[in-house]
């Protein structure tokens, strides 16, 4: 009978380091900014780091396939644009909107899976193609304002419609008075997306085809099929980001969706080194995105000036990645 399995050093740090680092942030702000460690605080980073969480979900997922969604930022501003447009200028109720913003979701993932897979395009140039696209398009119904409650229309009309109390609450309701209701369907769908690609046979063809492509076509498994979903998943979850960020802004602002594709990825790709996977998953998605959000929040309460948080988030992303992948190659 053979006893317990031992782990070198560098087998530790490749496993545990990220989760190190952010205790280390976690007690290093902690320390600095008594207020960092309050109960209010730990639910502001959550509702920041739900929507990107969102978002870096839908990134894992392409990526399980060896793909990769860079349109995923721009198809949440885009359903963020049509869910405020069916809300003021059609006045067309909160469910018509939500249905709106989550076609047009699985419509940028239905486009992305055939550029991808029947026209082979690789899908680093298609979803940059898509984003493009998306950005320009989201500004032609408004011809480029945002999207406000009395708004003036082009024809010099004003909107009648608004948003209602009941889309609202859907990025700004706090359930029994504490929990914001981003956070709990960031939880859902991270439970969703673990679930499938750690728990299920979808999971496994999605690893299959993501290590091989050809073997896993070779073995059965319907790869088109497969890279299709995991595309349409990428919009799906893109368009529940926008529709949650339309609810906490109260409007559809051309501006909101430019850092979210960044966000996301970064956080997808901190996620492979969460507990040493090397390779996209769902729950290191969520901590990479928790991370991020941890070490904005920290330097934005010390007061570190704004235009040195990006540089400071980047180099320490850099680090972490670096230290992580090159222990992995030398494992």
């Known amino acids: 009978m053979s006893g317990p399995v031992s782990l070198s050093p560098r087998q530790v740090a490749f496993k545990y380091g990220l989760l190190v680092l952010l205790a280390a942030m976690l007690v290093l702000f902690s320390s600095l900014e008594p207020a960092f460690a309050s109960m209010r605080n730990a639910f502001i980073i959550l ?58 979701g699985v419509v940028v993932g239905m486009i992305n899976g ?54 609202l609450q859907l990025g700004r309701e706090k359930v029994a008075g504490v929990v914001p209701v981003p956070v709990i369907i960031m939880v859902v769908l991270a439970l969703l997306s673990w679930l499938l690609l750690e728990r299920s046979r979808f999971g496994r063809v999605f690893y299959a085809i993501g290590g091989n492509r050809t073997a896993a076509h070779l073995a059965g498994a319907a790869v088109a099929r497969y890279r299709y979903l995991a595309y349409v998943m990428s919009g799906v979850y893109a368009a529940i ?82 230290f992580t992948f090159g222990l992995a190659q030398r494992r």
């Open 241 to 322: 980001g926008g529709i949650l960020l339309a609810a906490r802004v109260g409007r559809g602002d051309v501006s909101s969706g430019n850092s979210l594709l960044m966000d996301a990825v970064a956080a997808a790709l901190v996620g492979f080194a969460v507990l040493g996977a090397a390779r996209p998953n769902a729950l290191g998605s969520v901590m990479g995105a928790l991370f991020v959000g941890v070490l904005l929040n920290g330097l934005t309460m010390l007061n570190a000036p704004y235009y040195a948080q990006d540089f400071i988030k980047g180099a320490v992303l850099v680090l972490a990645l670096m």
């Open 47 to 104: 509702q920041s780091v739900a929507i990107v969480a969102i978002l870096a979900l839908g990134v894992t997922t392409t990526l399980a396939v060896d793909g990769f969604d860079l349109s995923i930022g721009a198809t949440a501003a885009t359903a963020m644009m049509t869910a405020s447009y069916v809300l003021v200028v059609l006045d067309g109720g909160t469910t018509m909107a939500i249905l709106a913003a989550l076609a047009v």
């Open 114 to 167: 055939f550029l991808t897979v029947h026209m082979r395009i690789p899908d680093l140039l298609a979803t940059l193609g898509m984003m493009f696209l998306l950005l320009g398009l989201q500004l032609i119904p408004t011809e480029g304002r945002s999207i406000a409650t009395g708004m003036n229309l082009a024809d010099g009309s004003v909107a009648t419609g608004r948003f209602t109390a009941a889309f």
